[in-house]
């Protein structure tokens, strides 16, 4: 199910390559659809077989994505029941993956965990930007949405966090390469997490003494870190002590 007109081909090949036969998108699904679609599915085979039946939620809204993941649970009807997963623009599972491989290279590299460590998130106002700061702030980081437009719209993406998760993230102003100078300087992890194609942080701005990790979830060049290579693992930086993890690196966990 996605509230978009077009089904993302690479949600469509998620759930083929998870072992389904068969794939049905549903596009354009408003919130107050779900419930029907998915009683559809659960009284259309008996309770036992439920489990040939997979709801898949898609689209690249990651709050409205768990509302339609919630509208889904409640629509069932014990027995009739079928599995759901949600995961807009494979966004979940990224950041996941993502917060993994920073966590374990903090470990093996420095000796450190992630709580209480500083993160900087930029590419904050996007999907995968929002899922991995839930999910470092979840884990105890101390993390800072970018925003690459100013201030306003991380503003009422932490306030929703907030509102939401229960998790308390800051907010900065990204919007000038002075700014994201000091931002870059004033935290110990760095993660990219903009959209295709488009860099975040010059090589020039890799120079804090705090920096422990940089990394980035974008394969398409150029990188949203420059200079860090898409197939990095822990290679390290020219920041004094920082090590790099790329997009291929964090794409193998997560597949």
């Given amino acids: 199910l996605t509230p978009l007109k077009q ?25 107050a659809e779900v419930t029907g679609l998915v009683q559809d599915a659960i009284f259309s085979r008996p309770p036992d077989a439920g489990v040939d039946t997979g709801i898949f939620i898609a689209g690249k809204d990651a709050s409205l994505a768990l509302d339609m993941f919630d509208a889904a649970k409640k629509a069932m009807v ?7 997963f949600a995961d807009p623009a494979g966004s979940f599972t990224t950041a996941a993956a993502m917060v993994a491989k920073v966590e374990k290279a903090l470990e093996k590299k420095f000796q450190r965990a992630l709580r209480d460590t500083r993160v900087a998130v930029f590419g904050a106002t996007g999907v995968v930007g929002f899922c991995t700061a839930v999910i470092a702030a979840g884990e105890g980081a101390r993390v800072t949405l970018v925003g690459h437009d100013g201030i306003e719209r991380v503003k009422q993406i932490a306030a929703e966090i907030e509102s939401r998760f229960h998790l308390t993230v800051d907010a900065a102003d990204g919007s000038s390469d002075a700014r994201k100078t000091k931002l870059v300087e004033a935290n110990e992890i760095i993660l990219a997490c903009a959209k295709a194609g488009v860099q975040v942080v010059s090589k020039a701005q890799l120079k804090g003494n705090d920096l422990l990790i940089a990394a980035d979830v974008n394969a398409v060049p150029p990188a949203g870190i420059e200079g860090l290579a898409v ?14 993890i790329g997009p291929l690196a964090i794409g193998n966990v997560k597949y």
């Fill in 7 to 31: 089904m993302s081909p690479f949600d469509v090949n998620m759930a083929l390559d998870a072992g389904f036969d068969a794939v049905v998108p549903y596009v354009d699904v408003g919130l």
């Fill in 78 to 84: 014990p027995p009739f029941q079928v599995s759901v």
């Fill in 231 to 244: 197939n990095a693992n822990g290679d390290p930086l020219d920041a004094a002590k920082a090590v790099g």
